[in-house]
């Protein structure tokens, strides 16, 4: 697989504690947020999504808020485990964007044992 | 798992070179994606294909052309490589309807002009 070396953001962790990982989006016409995670050696992958008639949306350990006011998006992730250790992707985009994405830079997400 | 292959997965060129970075999907989804991925900036979006010879440009797209001749291959040119281009590229499909945000990623290709 392939990785970058990337000089990322880091939020460090103790197993089994909770992890808020944090994104400020650009664009106010934005109406539809992506969560990633990318592995160390792979490409990112889907994690949870959520459209701006919401501002709040849960799956299996994660949550995703969003606030619209402050263009703030937000992935808790509860009990963060060793296997949640990746980085960390929002990306945003809007009807009629032509199903293109913009994403941030990543945060780094380490869990100490 | 969408069937998708990104080749070669790495390479080594000089300046000035011309190269081609093959994507290949497996389930005929019709929406592809070529992405580079660089320190400090995330992944950006190069080019995009909504079907066959439907193509457009990306943020990043000086530098870069594509083609998509057949559904399940969609390929990225850098006609004369430099050493900016150095970087990993992801290729990606949209495995779900549109409007939606589920892209599907390759394993990446690193790409490194001398």
């Known amino acids: 697989g392939e990785s970058v070396g990337l000089h990322l953001p880091t939020l460090s962790v103790q197993e089994g504690d909770n992890s808020i990982i944090n994104c400020a989006y650009s664009?106010?016409?934005?109406?539809?947020f992506i969560w990633y995670k990318q592995e160390s050696g792979k490409g990112p992958q889907f994690i949870i999504d959520?459209?701006?008639?919401?501002d709040k949306r849960q799956g299996q350990r994660v949550t995703v808020l969003l606030n619209k006011t402050v263009k703030h998006l937000s992935l808790q992730i509860a009990a963060t485990q060793p296997g949640d250790s990746a980085v960390y992707f929002c990306?945003?985009?809007?009807?009629?964007?032509?199903?293109?994405?913009?994403f941030g830079t990543g945060t780094q997400l380490k869990v100490e044992l | 798992d969408a069937g998708i292959t990104q080749s070669p997965r790495h390479k080594v060129t000089e300046t000035g070179t011309p190269v081609t970075l093959r994507c290949h999907q497996t389930?005929?989804?019709?929406?592809m994606y070529w992405y580079r991925q660089d320190p400090g900036h995330g992944l950006r979006l190069i080019h995009y294909?909504?079907?066959?010879?439907?193509?457009d440009k990306g943020e990043v797209s000086d530098g870069y052309s594509v083609s998509r001749s057949k559904t399940e291959d969609f390929l990225l040119t850098l006609e004369s490589a430099t050493s900016s281009q150095t970087s990993v590229y992801f290729c990606?499909?949209?495995?779900?309807?549109?409007?939606?945000?589920?892209?599907?990623f390759g394993e990446g290709s690193r790409l490194t002009v001398l």
């Open positions: 990306a945003e985009t809007f009807t009629g964007g032509g199903n293109k994405l913009t």
């Open positions: 664009n106010s016409a934005s109406d539809y």
């Open positions: 959520i459209r701006s008639n919401m």
């Open positions: 389930e005929n989804h019709r929406y």
């Open positions: 294909s909504y079907g066959v010879k439907d193509t």
């Open positions: 990606a499909i949209m495995t779900s309807g549109a409007n939606t945000g589920e892209l599907f």
